[in-house]
């Protein structure tokens, strides 16, 4: 699957979060608005998924996804995305706000945490359908001429396999030359 990062989401929502508190958070110390600006722009850059996309590939048992940024396409593990849910987790994993979590819950952070990764389907289903274009249907190579089975044998993997390799092919030639 492809997806675009959303580089002005980061951009704006760190913004928002700044612009939210500009006097700091009560009862700390001014120094927790960057410590946690800087971790939500680390949260991003790693990328935020909508949950139910994120729950849909895990399903699939989708492992990689490829992410469009600057005109590439680059892979990640689907390990090392986030949710929006595991992004607020994250947050709060940081060994500087951690301590402090209880205040910060009140702060309610999860504003600030919004998916990045914008799923690009056109491009998903333009890649799967050339994928499974260079599949081919044929399987095993049989020699003209050559004993594929014999009566009375019993019909393995292998050969069943082959038969349905012929089969495909006879099907194939069938429909072109239709």
Avoid at 1 to 9: A, E, N, S
Avoid at 49 to 64: A, F, G, I, L
Avoid at 86 to 97: C, D, G, P
Avoid at 156 to 170: G, H, M, P, Q, V
């Amino acid at each position: 699957p492809y997806f675009t990062l959303g580089k002005d989401t980061e951009d704006k929502m760190v913004e928002k979060f700044m612009s939210d508190n500009p006097n700091g958070i009560q009862g700390l110390p001014r120094s927790y608005i960057y410590t946690i600006s800087n971790v939500l722009r680390e949260i991003y850059r790693k990328g935020i998924m909508e949950s139910t996309r994120y729950d849909q590939m895990m399903h699939d048992s989708v492992h990689n996804i490829r992410v469009i940024a600057n005109k590439m396409a680059i892979g990640l593990s689907m390990d090392s995305i986030r949710t929006t849910r595991s992004a607020y987790e994250t947050l709060f994993a940081n060994e500087h706000l951690k301590a402090q979590r209880q205040l910060l819950q009140r702060c309610n952070l999860h504003e600030y945490i919004v998916p990045n990764l914008i799923y690009e389907e056109e491009r998903t289903l333009t890649a799967r359908e050339d994928l499974l274009h260079h599949i081919s249907v044929l399987s095993g190579a049989v020699f003209k001429g050559q004993k594929i089975i014999d009566r009375g044998e019993i019909v393995d993997n292998k050969t069943f396999r082959i038969l349905e390799s012929l089969k495909a092919e006879t099907e194939l030639r069938s429909t072109l030359t239709a």
